[in-house]
T-cell receptor, first 114, second 113 residues
Framework: QKEVEQNSGPLSVPEGAIASLNCTYSDRVSQSFFWYRQYSGKSPELIMSIYSNGDKEDGRFTAQLNKASQYVSLLIRDSQPSDSATYLCAVNGRGETGANNLFFGTGTRLTVIP | DAGITQSPRHKVTETGTPVTLRCHQTENHRYMYWYRQDPGHGLRLIHYSYGVKDTDKGEVSDGYSVSRSKTEDFLLTLESATSSQTSVYFC????????????FGSGTQLSVL
């Protein structure tokens, strides 16, 4: 079983601060990395994808990837109360059946305090 | 939710009964998936489909079967429901293949008593 590890939190940040979410993964050959946001009682929503080492920015979100360290992170700048959700890290890899699947971490719960 | 409809949204059933969950997409995507989400485990792949009548097992497929007779529909069947199958079930689709961007339906909360 491929491992994708996240700190479950909760992570609390004040409104306007930078929230930093981290994820490590076990499969050295993983090539695709995703961040999903999941509000309570709702389905996961894709917010970022990253495939190459370095940073990728989209609005207030920045994904960072370091394949050598098997580490991917998500930064949320100017955090808003509406960012309060659980953030899921997903990494591709070969499953037990040999197929290329997405493996998910258990998520980090973020609370942005007004 | 990216043109994905799951039904029912909620279901309560008894141990030993068969249950079928339906996923319908309007995106004409080739790949469809069933995941379950449980506290402490994250999302885990049950079964997936890479085309009409083409399906395969995921990481937690025991006790589940699937069928895909049309591009737009992907059914998940619990042949004889058990309490361990109480979970939230998500259907997902992707356009570009396995291990790529997934778009999820709104989920089905299943309780097996």
């Amino acid at each position: 079983q491929k491992e994708v590890e996240q700190n479950s939190g909760p992570l609390s940040v004040p409104e306007g601060a930078i929230a930093s979410l981290n994820c490590t993964y076990s499969d050295r050959v993983s090539q695709s990395f995703f961040w999903y946001r999941q509000y309570s009682g709702k389905s996961p929503e894709l917010i970022m994808s990253i495939y190459s080492n370095g940073d990728k920015e989209d609005g207030r979100f920045t994904a960072q990837l370091n394949k050598a360290s098997q580490y991917v992170s998500l930064l949320i700048r100017d955090s808003q109360p509406s960012d309060s959700a659980t953030y899921l890290c997903a990494v591709n890899g070969r499953g037990e059946t040999g197929a290329n699947n997405l493996f998910f971490g258990t998520g980090t719960r973020l609370t942005v305090i007004p | 939710d990216a043109g994905i409809t799951q039904s029912p949204r909620h279901k309560v059933t008894e141990t030993g009964t068969p249950v079928t969950l339906r996923c319908h997409q309007t995106e004409n995507h080739r790949y469809m998936y069933w995941y379950r989400q449980d506290p402490g485990h994250g999302l885990r792949l049950i079964h997936y489909s890479y085309g009409v009548k083409d399906t395969d097992k995921g990481e937690v497929s025991d006790g589940y079967s699937v069928s895909r007779s049309k591009t737009e529909d992907f059914l998940l069947t619990l042949e004889s429901a058990t309490s361990s199958q109480t979970s939230v079930y998500f259907c997902a689709i992707s356009e570009s293949g396995m291990g790529e961007k997934l778009f999820f339906g709104s989920g089905t909360q299943l309780s097996v008593l």
